[in-house]
Protein backbone atom coordinates (compact mmCIF):
# COMPACT_ATOMS: atom_id res chain seq x y z
CA UNK A 1 0.00 0.00 0.00
CA UNK A 2 1.70 3.27 -0.59
CA UNK A 3 2.67 6.12 1.59
CA UNK A 4 3.16 8.40 -1.07
CA UNK A 5 0.17 10.81 -2.08
CA UNK A 6 0.65 13.03 -5.37
CA UNK A 7 -2.62 15.58 -5.95
CA UNK A 8 -4.34 16.62 -8.05
CA UNK A 9 -4.34 13.15 -10.11
CA UNK A 10 -4.93 14.92 -13.55
CA UNK A 11 -5.16 18.85 -14.05
CA UNK A 12 -6.27 20.33 -17.57
CA UNK A 13 -5.28 24.19 -17.87
CA UNK A 14 -5.17 26.61 -20.13
CA UNK A 15 -1.36 28.13 -21.23
CA UNK A 16 0.48 30.66 -18.78
CA UNK A 17 -1.54 29.41 -15.60
CA UNK A 18 0.97 28.71 -12.77
CA UNK A 19 0.74 25.27 -11.22
CA UNK A 20 1.78 23.71 -8.56
CA UNK A 21 1.72 19.41 -8.13
CA UNK A 22 1.97 18.17 -4.53
CA UNK A 23 3.52 15.12 -3.28
CA UNK A 24 3.86 14.03 0.53
CA UNK A 25 5.23 10.62 1.73
CA UNK A 26 4.58 9.36 5.30
CA UNK A 27 7.74 7.22 5.83
CA UNK A 28 10.08 9.48 6.45
CA UNK A 29 12.40 9.15 3.39
CA UNK A 30 15.11 11.60 2.86
CA UNK A 31 15.40 11.18 -0.20
CA UNK A 32 12.57 12.56 -2.86
CA UNK A 33 12.41 12.40 -7.12
CA UNK A 34 10.46 14.00 -9.79
CA UNK A 35 9.86 11.48 -12.93
CA UNK A 36 8.26 12.79 -16.27
CA UNK A 37 7.01 9.96 -17.97
CA UNK A 38 5.44 10.13 -21.70
CA UNK A 39 4.28 7.39 -23.86
CA UNK A 40 6.91 5.58 -25.01
CA UNK A 41 9.54 7.08 -23.68
CA UNK A 42 11.89 6.29 -20.82
CA UNK A 43 11.22 8.07 -17.72
CA UNK A 44 13.18 10.64 -17.05
CA UNK A 45 14.43 12.29 -13.81
CA UNK A 46 13.86 16.07 -13.49
CA UNK A 47 14.54 16.96 -9.98
CA UNK A 48 15.78 15.37 -6.67
CA UNK A 49 16.26 15.74 -3.09
CA UNK A 50 18.69 14.53 -0.62
CA UNK A 51 17.03 15.69 2.24
CA UNK A 52 15.41 19.49 3.94
CA UNK A 53 16.99 22.62 1.77
CA UNK A 54 18.55 20.39 -0.75
CA UNK A 55 17.35 20.02 -4.18
CA UNK A 56 19.21 19.17 -6.94
CA UNK A 57 18.01 18.77 -11.23
CA UNK A 58 17.72 15.87 -12.50
CA UNK A 59 18.94 14.46 -15.83
CA UNK A 60 16.40 15.88 -18.21
CA UNK A 61 15.99 19.69 -18.01
CA UNK A 62 12.98 21.19 -17.09
CA UNK A 63 11.27 24.65 -16.37
CA UNK A 64 9.84 23.36 -12.71
CA UNK A 65 10.80 24.45 -9.99
CA UNK A 66 10.95 22.19 -6.82
CA UNK A 67 11.58 22.99 -3.04
CA UNK A 68 12.01 20.96 0.22
CA UNK A 69 10.93 22.67 3.46
CA UNK A 70 9.53 19.91 5.45
CA UNK A 71 10.59 16.27 5.01
CA UNK A 72 7.48 14.71 3.72
CA UNK A 73 6.89 17.60 1.48
CA UNK A 74 8.20 18.02 -2.24
CA UNK A 75 5.93 20.13 -4.62
CA UNK A 76 6.40 20.88 -8.19
CA UNK A 77 5.43 24.60 -9.35
CA UNK A 78 5.31 25.24 -13.15
CA UNK A 79 5.34 29.33 -13.22
CA UNK A 80 3.94 29.44 -16.48
CA UNK A 81 2.74 26.60 -17.84
CA UNK A 82 2.80 25.51 -21.71
CA UNK A 83 1.14 22.92 -24.32
CA UNK A 84 5.14 21.77 -24.13
CA UNK A 85 4.77 20.77 -20.06
CA UNK A 86 1.54 18.01 -21.19
CA UNK A 87 3.20 14.78 -19.24
CA UNK A 88 2.90 12.57 -16.37
CA UNK A 89 4.49 13.69 -13.72
CA UNK A 90 5.95 11.31 -10.79
CA UNK A 91 6.77 11.61 -7.14
CA UNK A 92 9.26 9.04 -5.71
CA UNK A 93 10.93 8.76 -2.63
CA UNK A 94 13.80 5.90 -0.97
CA UNK A 95 16.11 5.49 1.89
CA UNK A 96 19.19 4.41 0.39
CA UNK A 97 20.57 5.56 -2.65
CA UNK A 98 19.07 5.14 -6.10
CA UNK A 99 21.78 2.21 -6.87
CA UNK A 100 20.54 0.22 -4.57
CA UNK A 101 17.63 1.19 -3.01
CA UNK A 102 13.88 0.68 -4.10
CA UNK A 103 11.77 3.80 -4.87
CA UNK A 104 8.60 3.83 -3.78
CA UNK A 105 6.26 6.06 -6.54
CA UNK A 106 3.07 7.86 -6.24
CA UNK A 107 0.36 7.28 -8.65
CA UNK A 108 1.26 10.31 -10.71
CA UNK A 109 0.04 13.51 -11.77
CA UNK A 110 -1.42 13.97 -15.10
CA UNK A 111 -1.40 17.62 -16.91
CA UNK A 112 -2.97 18.60 -19.51
CA UNK A 113 -1.69 22.27 -21.13
CA UNK A 114 -4.09 23.56 -23.52
CA UNK B 1 27.18 5.44 -20.56
CA UNK B 2 24.63 3.52 -19.37
CA UNK B 3 21.39 2.50 -21.44
CA UNK B 4 18.56 0.10 -21.08
CA UNK B 5 16.17 -1.60 -23.92
CA UNK B 6 13.27 -2.94 -23.65
CA UNK B 7 12.89 -4.76 -27.35
CA UNK B 8 9.53 -5.18 -27.15
CA UNK B 9 6.98 -2.28 -27.01
CA UNK B 10 3.76 -4.74 -26.29
CA UNK B 11 3.64 -8.26 -25.64
CA UNK B 12 0.09 -9.72 -26.20
CA UNK B 13 -0.03 -13.38 -24.73
CA UNK B 14 -2.91 -15.75 -23.46
CA UNK B 15 -4.15 -16.06 -19.74
CA UNK B 16 -1.88 -19.32 -18.11
CA UNK B 17 0.62 -18.79 -21.34
CA UNK B 18 4.21 -18.62 -19.97
CA UNK B 19 5.99 -15.17 -21.19
CA UNK B 20 9.30 -13.34 -21.25
CA UNK B 21 9.74 -9.73 -21.08
CA UNK B 22 13.12 -9.07 -22.56
CA UNK B 23 15.95 -6.13 -21.53
CA UNK B 24 19.18 -5.53 -22.75
CA UNK B 25 22.02 -3.22 -20.69
CA UNK B 26 25.38 -1.38 -21.69
CA UNK B 27 27.00 -0.70 -18.96
CA UNK B 28 30.86 -0.85 -18.75
CA UNK B 29 30.74 -0.84 -15.13
CA UNK B 30 29.57 -3.12 -12.49
CA UNK B 31 25.55 -2.64 -12.45
CA UNK B 32 22.68 -3.35 -10.66
CA UNK B 33 19.22 -3.93 -11.95
CA UNK B 34 15.95 -3.65 -11.67
CA UNK B 35 12.31 -4.51 -13.01
CA UNK B 36 9.27 -1.97 -12.38
CA UNK B 37 5.33 -2.91 -12.72
CA UNK B 38 3.12 -0.21 -13.38
CA UNK B 39 -0.70 -0.79 -13.04
CA UNK B 40 -3.36 0.95 -14.87
CA UNK B 41 -3.78 4.38 -13.25
CA UNK B 42 -1.06 3.72 -10.85
CA UNK B 43 2.52 4.92 -9.79
CA UNK B 44 5.35 2.34 -10.18
CA UNK B 45 5.99 -0.95 -7.91
CA UNK B 46 9.50 -2.59 -7.35
CA UNK B 47 8.54 -6.15 -9.17
CA UNK B 48 12.50 -7.79 -8.17
CA UNK B 49 15.61 -6.27 -8.09
CA UNK B 50 19.52 -7.68 -8.99
CA UNK B 51 22.21 -6.75 -6.70
CA UNK B 52 24.35 -9.40 -6.35
CA UNK B 53 24.71 -13.01 -6.02
CA UNK B 54 22.95 -15.33 -7.61
CA UNK B 55 22.18 -14.61 -11.23
CA UNK B 56 18.25 -15.62 -10.80
CA UNK B 57 16.06 -13.18 -8.94
CA UNK B 58 12.84 -14.05 -7.60
CA UNK B 59 9.95 -11.40 -7.22
CA UNK B 60 6.67 -10.62 -6.64
CA UNK B 61 3.44 -12.53 -8.19
CA UNK B 62 5.66 -15.27 -9.56
CA UNK B 63 8.08 -13.34 -11.32
CA UNK B 64 11.56 -13.77 -11.74
CA UNK B 65 14.19 -12.58 -13.55
CA UNK B 66 17.88 -13.87 -14.72
CA UNK B 67 21.00 -11.78 -14.63
CA UNK B 68 23.14 -12.53 -17.86
CA UNK B 69 26.25 -11.10 -17.64
CA UNK B 70 28.01 -11.91 -20.73
CA UNK B 71 24.94 -11.36 -22.60
CA UNK B 72 23.99 -8.38 -20.78
CA UNK B 73 21.05 -8.97 -20.20
CA UNK B 74 18.11 -9.38 -17.57
CA UNK B 75 14.89 -10.85 -18.90
CA UNK B 76 12.24 -11.02 -16.90
CA UNK B 77 9.82 -14.23 -17.08
CA UNK B 78 6.35 -16.19 -15.40
CA UNK B 79 5.66 -19.43 -16.42
CA UNK B 80 1.63 -18.78 -16.32
CA UNK B 81 0.42 -15.32 -16.60
CA UNK B 82 -3.01 -14.21 -15.19
CA UNK B 83 -4.81 -11.28 -16.78
CA UNK B 84 -4.30 -9.38 -13.65
CA UNK B 85 -0.57 -9.11 -14.75
CA UNK B 86 -1.53 -7.13 -17.32
CA UNK B 87 0.25 -3.46 -17.26
CA UNK B 88 3.36 -1.74 -18.19
CA UNK B 89 6.95 -3.18 -16.95
CA UNK B 90 9.79 -1.27 -16.77
CA UNK B 91 13.51 -2.53 -16.61
CA UNK B 92 16.15 -0.23 -14.75
CA UNK B 93 19.87 -0.07 -14.51
CA UNK B 94 22.28 1.70 -12.29
CA UNK B 95 26.04 1.96 -12.16
CA UNK B 96 28.34 3.76 -9.24
CA UNK B 97 27.03 7.19 -10.31
CA UNK B 98 24.16 6.55 -8.79
CA UNK B 99 22.02 7.34 -11.74
CA UNK B 100 19.17 5.31 -12.35
CA UNK B 101 18.07 4.78 -16.04
CA UNK B 102 14.60 3.24 -16.90
CA UNK B 103 13.92 2.00 -20.30
CA UNK B 104 10.76 2.87 -22.38
CA UNK B 105 8.23 -0.12 -20.93
CA UNK B 106 6.72 -2.71 -22.00
CA UNK B 107 2.94 -2.94 -22.07
CA UNK B 108 2.05 -6.76 -21.44
CA UNK B 109 -1.61 -7.77 -22.38
CA UNK B 110 -3.00 -11.13 -21.05
CA UNK B 111 -5.97 -12.15 -22.66
CA UNK B 112 -8.51 -14.75 -21.16
Known amino acids: EADIYQTPRYLVIGTGKKITLECSQT?????MYWYQQDPGMELHLIHY???????EKGDLSSESTVSRIRTEHFPLTLESARPSHTSQYLC?????????????FGEGSRLTVL | AQSVTQLDSQVPVFEEAPVELRCNYS??????LFWYVQYPNQGLQLLLK??????LVKGINGFEAEFNKSQTSFHLRKPSVHISDTAEYFC??????????FGTGTRLQVFP
Open chain 1, 27 to 31: MGHDK
Open chain 2, 92 to 101: AVSDNTDKLI
Open chain 1, 49 to 55: SYGVNST
Open chain 1, 92 to 104: ASSTGSRRTGELF
Open chain 2, 50 to 55: YLSGST
Open chain 2, 27 to 32: SSVSVY
